[in-house]
């Protein structure tokens, strides 16, 4: 097993604590122009309580400009209920001059650090904006997104597997969503950027399989972001699970609070699929 140097203590499995967070770097991250917390990529763990195999790094919503508590906190707590650890990602954002490839570089790095801890699996799961990251992250793995620093980076950035929420997933008219594309790569991003991040282009046969939802009453990120992306997956044969729900609004997440007795229908399908995939111990 791997460790991993934060502020000159080696973390290990036994070292994590439900609720405290441990930088991804023990000095500063690439592309970091400040030392504010808001510069400073961290994951935060949640831990079942048995011992997990595997873990999904979360990556919460929020247009690339802030992070939905209720889509990283809450998602990770519902996951440790169910038994897998669930590292709460805060990336950098686009309202403290961060751009692509920040963002990317925090989520590969997530990636490596949790894999380095020992997981056998590791997943990355993410909503709205959120999603777009593990979305970029499913479909660009193999982008050197920073300089590798350390052992860390010597791991896998492919996460094996991938959970998409209501995700945006393209920046085209009509229906991608503009204040995420313009805080992830400015109002006037080239085409060839605009290309790099409308993911279901970029789907290959080497894309992990994925679990996406949406509503059809979505109409801050239209459905369609999903149908697009399964349609990639499909034509590419990686397997996937897609569901479309008639209600809800955009943004629901879980709809509940612990201990989580009333969720949304698609977190007990997000369950059947990993156990199905043998991802949930």
């Known amino acids: 097993m791997i460790g991993a140097l934060i502020l000159g203590v080696v973390l290990a499995q036994g070292d994590l604590k439900t609720g405290k967070a ?6 500063d991250a690439p592309y970091q122009h400040g030392t504010t917390e808001n510069d400073i990529p961290t994951l935060t763990p949640f831990m079942p309580e048995k011992p997990s195999k595997n873990a999904v790094v979360v990556c919460p ?3 690339y400009w802030m992070l939905a508590d209720h889509e990283g906190h809450d998602y990770a707590e519902y996951l440790a209920k169910q038994g897998i650890t669930a590292f709460v990602l805060r990336y950098r954002l686009g309202q403290f001059k961060y751009q692509h490839p920040a963002m990317l570089s925090d989520a590969q790095r997530a990636i490596r650090y949790v894999r380095s801890l020992g997981y056998n699996k590791v997943g990355i799961m993410g909503s709205s904006a959120g999603g777009h ?3 970029t992250a499913c479909t660009h793995f193999d982008f050197q997104a920073y300089e590798p620093k350390d052992d860390i980076d010597q791991q896998v950035a492919r996460p094996d597997f ?8 393209t920046f085209d008219k009509p229906f991608g969503h503009e204040g995420s594309r ?10 060839e950027q605009m290309a790099f991040m409308n993911l279901p282009g970029n789907v290959t046969k080497n894309t992990p ?6 509503t059809s009453e979505d109409t801050v990120v239209p459905p369609q972001n999903s149908e697009m992306f399964a349609a990639a997956l499909r034509k590419n044969g990686v397997p996937y699970e897609y569901h479309v729900f008639q209600k809800g609004p955009y943004g629901i ?29």
């Open 22 to 27: 441990f930088r991804l770097w023990s000095g």
């Open 61 to 63: 919503g929020g247009g």
């Open 133 to 135: 990251l593990a979305g």
């Open 162 to 169: 991938g959970v998409l929420c209501y995700a945006v997933l």
């Open 182 to 191: 313009d805080n992830l790569i400015g109002k006037d991003a080239t085409p």
């Open 209 to 214: 399989p994925c679990f996406l939802w949406h």
């Open 253 to 281: 997440g879980l709809t509940d609070k612990a201990p989580y007795n009333n969720v949304h229908p698609w977190a007990y399908d997000l369950v059947f699929w990993l156990k199905s995939n043998k991802w949930l111990d």
